[in-house]
């Protein structure tokens, strides 16, 4: 990982310069410094071998060059393949779909899910430019504060800001996920973005509960980790809330919008113990797939420096 001191700015600098070259990018079309440009001249004459970037290399470059102006770091994991990896085909905030190279609001743009983060692969998420630009550089807090308004402010609406919380949570709690509170799971977690605990067993719960046979499969996995019958109670409750609330929705993910949804979701919680609890999420981890981030992942996310270099 780099950090951007006077010799290696200079060097992603060219680094970038020369990518700019190698994927057909002119450099009249941008406002690049002397480092930049050196790069470009130097790949141009090295005869390097130059084709078409495609739509993920060419969103690419464009973060690379909006960071660099930016001081902002770009770990070298954030690459077009994962991009593509990361993309979807509708705005997780608004839903509607995405368009590409079109210079309209729904046009596709990456963002930093936490603010205060680097560019890195677990605080990616693609969203159109409008809610981008809606989030700015506000805080968790202040999105959250936002979706329990009771009308639209800067063009979303109070649950369309709350799909937006549900996707900066995990970021944004990554150095203190024993404070991260329970929300609706308003909208599917991003691929390699970072999920705590609470939201990969909500998650759990939305993928697995839709149908009778997956309900009841999950019960019988989760009754190994409830200490008691009241716990095994609460579980059930919580598994039928869910499956029930899921009728007649076109997203399941808005099973969390309904009433007593996420308070029978933290009542099973509660009547857990630290060790049952653990025990739970590390059971939908498993049955999800998904990977731990080691604790010592987050240096690379530059939190003190807001993600810029030092």
């Known amino acids: 990982m780099y950090t951007l001191d006077a010799f290696d700015a200079r060097e992603v600098g060219r680094a970038l310069g020369h990518d700019l070259f190698r994927f057909r990018i002119h450099l009249d079309e941008f406002d690049l410094d002397a480092a930049v440009r050196e790069g470009f001249v130097q790949a141009r004459g090295c005869a390097t071998p130059r084709r078409l970037a ?56 990456i963002d930093r899910l936490n603010n205060d983060g680097a560019y890195v692969p677990n605080n990616l998420a693609v969203m159109s430019t409008a809610v981008n630009a809606a989030k700015g550089d506000k805080s968790y807090e202040q999105v959250y504060a936002l979706s329990q308004q009771s009308e639209p402010t800067h063009g979303l609406t109070p649950v369309e800001w709350l799909r937006l919380a549900t996707l900066m949570l995990g970021p944004c709690f990554a150095d203190r996920p024993h404070l991260v509170p329970v929300i609706p799971l308003a909208a599917p977690i991003p691929n390699h973005a970072v999920r705590p605990a609470v939201q990969q067993v909500q998650q759990m719960f939305t993928n697995e509960v839709s149908r009778p046979a997956g309900k009841n499969a999950l019960i019988k996995h989760l009754k190994s980790v409830c200490p008691d019958e009241r716990s095994e109670r609460r579980l059930r409750h919580l598994a039928e809330t869910v499956h029930i609330g899921m009728k007649g929705l076109d997203d399941r993910f808005d099973v969390w919008l309904r009433p007593g949804v996420v308070t029978a979701f933290v009542e099973w919680r509660d009547s857990l113990d630290r060790r049952s609890w653990a025990l739970a999420a590390e059971l939908s981890r498993r049955r999800s797939g998904a990977t731990h981030i080691p604790a010592g992942r987050l240096r690379t996310w530059h939190l003190a420096t807001g993600g810029r270099a030092c």
């Open 54 to 109: 495609d739509r993920y290399t060419r969103k690419w470059l464009q973060l690379r060059q909006s960071a660099y102006r930016r001081n902002r770091i770009v770990n070298d994991e954030v690459t077009p393949a994962l991009l593509k990896q990361i993309d979807v085909t509708h705005c997780p905030v608004t839903k509607m779909a995405l368009t590409h190279g079109a210079l309209l609001p729904s046009d596709w743009s």
